[in-house]
C-alpha cells in the first residue's frame, strides 16, 4: 500500500456507505445486450480502457519497486521517466469486462474483437478469473445476503442483494486514474 505522501495520496481512501443492487432479470447498464444497447459505454466510463501512468523513480521503493526487476518507462528523449503501472482497481475491472464480453451469450457480438490466438485469450481470460478470485478471498467480505419471499413466479425465495456495504469512494480513484 502506497505511504503518504505518494503520487496516490491525493486519492480519496476515506470509506463511504454504498447500498448495492437487486437481483433483477433486467439487469443493468454493465450488463445490458450489447446487440441493443451500449454495454460498452458503461464500461469505459468506468475506465476499463485507462492506459498506465508512471511512478517516478524515488517513489518506486515506497511501492515494493526495483528498477531491476521493474519496467521503466522511457520517453521519447531515451529519458527513463519512472516506473510503468496500472491501478489494481482498473485491472480488476478490466477483468470483469474481458469477462463480460465472453460470456456465452456475448461471445459471438464480440469475437471481430479479439486480436489475439485463442491460448493467449484462454491465459487471458484465466489470469482474470485468478486475479478476480484472489482479489475476493483477500477482501473475504463476511456481510449476509439475507434470503426474502419473493414476489416473482420465478422464485419462491431469493437473496436480497440490496444491503449497505462499506466502500471506498471509486469516483475519486477513477477521476485519479484518467
Known amino acids: 500500500l ?8 491525493d486519492i480519496d ?7 448495492f443492487s437487486p437481483f433483477n432479470f433486467s439487469g443493468s447498464p454493465y450488463t ?3 446487440k441493443t444497447s451500449d454495454p460498452d459505454a458503461a464500461w469505459e ?13 524515488d517513489q518506486g521503493a515506497i511501492f515494493g519497486l526495483d528498477p531491476q526487476h521493474n519496467a521503466m518507462h522511457v520517453d521519447e528523449h531515451g529519458d527513463v521517466t519512472g516506473y510503468i503501472a496500472i491501478l489494481e482497481a482498473v485491472h480488476e475491472l478490466h477483468c470483469l469486462d474481458a469477462l463480460r464480453r465472453n460470456l456465452w451469450f456475448n461471445r459471438d457480438h464480440y469475437a471481430s474483437t479479439h486480436n ?3 491460448p493467449v485469450q484462454k491465459a487471458h481470460l484465466n489470469h482474470c478469473v485468478d ?6 478471498m483477500c477482501g473475504a467480505d463476511i456481510g449476509v445476503v439475507p434470503w426474502v419471499w ?10 436480497n ?10 469516483e475519486a480513484v477513477r477521476d485519479w486514474a484518467r
Open 2 to 9: 502506497p505511504a503518504d505522501g505518494s503520487l496516490l495520496s
Open 13 to 19: 481512501r476515506s470509506w463511504h456507505l454504498k447500498w
Open 32 to 34: 445490458a445486450d450489447p
Open 45 to 57: 466510463d468506468l475506465g476499463v480502457e485507462f492506459d498506465y501512468f508512471v511512478i517516478p523513480p
Open 116 to 118: 489475439a490466438s485463442l
Open 131 to 136: 486475479a478476480l478470485r484472489e482479489k475476493l
Open 150 to 159: 419473493s414476489s416473482d413466479p420465478h422464485f419462491i425465495t431469493q437473496p
Open 161 to 170: 442483494f440490496v444491503r449497505q456495504h462499506q466502500c471506498h469512494d471509486f
